[in-house]
C-alpha cells in the first residue's frame, strides 16, 4: 500500500491510503487529514502505490512541478465530483480535467521475466502531463458512467470530506475506509454508551 511515514502531519492511519476504488477519488483524498502530497517524494510514492506505474518504473523527474501539477488537477477533480454530487455542474472544472485528458497518456510495454512470464512496464519513463492525462481520464470515465456515479457517497465520518465509489452489496457502505472512520465512529459510540451507564 503505502510508502512509510514521512515528513508532515498525516498520521499513519491516514498514510497515501487508497480507500475510494478509484484514483481519481483516491487523488482528492490527498488532502486529508492534512496535506499528504507535501514533497516530491512522496508524490513518487503516491504515483507507484496507486497503480498509476509499475513497481520499478524510474520517476527521476518528479519535482516541485509534478506537485504543482498534481495538486492543481486533484483541485479541479474535487471541484468537478462535488459539483456532480450536490447538483451544481462545476463546468470550469470540467473543462480544466478534459484539458488535462488530451495528453496522451503512458504506453504500456510487456517485457518477459526470467520464468518466461510477461510482466507489465512502460515503454519510456513517463511524464507529468502523461500521468495527469490517466487521473483526468480516469475521473471522466467515472463522471460518464451512469451506473457508476450512482454509486458515488459521501463518507459518513465525523469531518471527513472524502468521497468514495461504493461498490458493496446493497450499497450500503457508509465509511471512506472502516478501519478510519468506521473506526472512529464505532469507538466515539462506545464512549458515548460508557458515560450513559455511568450518569
Known amino acids: 500500500m503505502a510508502a512509510g511515514t514521512a515528513a508532515g502531519t498525516a498520521t499513519a492511519s491516514y498514510d497515501l491510503r487508497f480507500d475510494s476504488g478509484r484514483i481519481c477519488l483516491d487523488l482528492t483524498a490527498t488532502t486529508h487529514p492534512g496535506e499528504r502530497l507535501d514533497c516530491a517524494g512522496r508524490l513518487a510514492a503516491w504515483v507507484v502505490a496507486s497503480g498509476l506505474v509499475p513497481p520499478g518504473t524510474p520517476l527521476t523527474g518528479v519535482d516541485a512541478r509534478w506537485l504543482l501539477g498534481f495538486r492543481e488537477l486533484r483541485g479541479h477533480i474535487a471541484r468537478l465530483v462535488r459539483g456532480e454530487l450536490d447538483g451544481r455542474p462545476a463546468d470550469g472544472a470540467l473543462a480544466r480535467v478534459n484539458s488535462a485528458a488530451l495528453v496522451a497518456p503512458p504506453a504500456p510495454w510487456a517485457v518477459r521475466a526470467g520464468d518466461g512470464s510477461l510482466h507489465r512496464r512502460l515503454h519510456s519513463e513517463p511524464g ?57 465512529e464505532r469507538v466515539a459510540r462506545h464512549r458515548r454508551r460508557a458515560a450513559l451507564a455511568r450518569t
Open 128 to 184: 507529468c502531463a502523461e500521468l495527469l492525462a490517466v487521473v483526468a481520464r480516469d475521473a471522466l470515465d467515472l463522471l460518464t458512467d451512469p451506473p457508476a456515479r450512482a454509486s458515488l457517497r459521501q463518507c459518513e465520518g465525523d469531518n471527513c470530506p472524502i468521497v468514495y465509489l461504493d461498490t458493496s452489496r446493497g450499497r450500503r457502505r457508509r465509511w471512506c475506509s472502516s478501519e478510519v472512520c468506521g473506526n472512529r
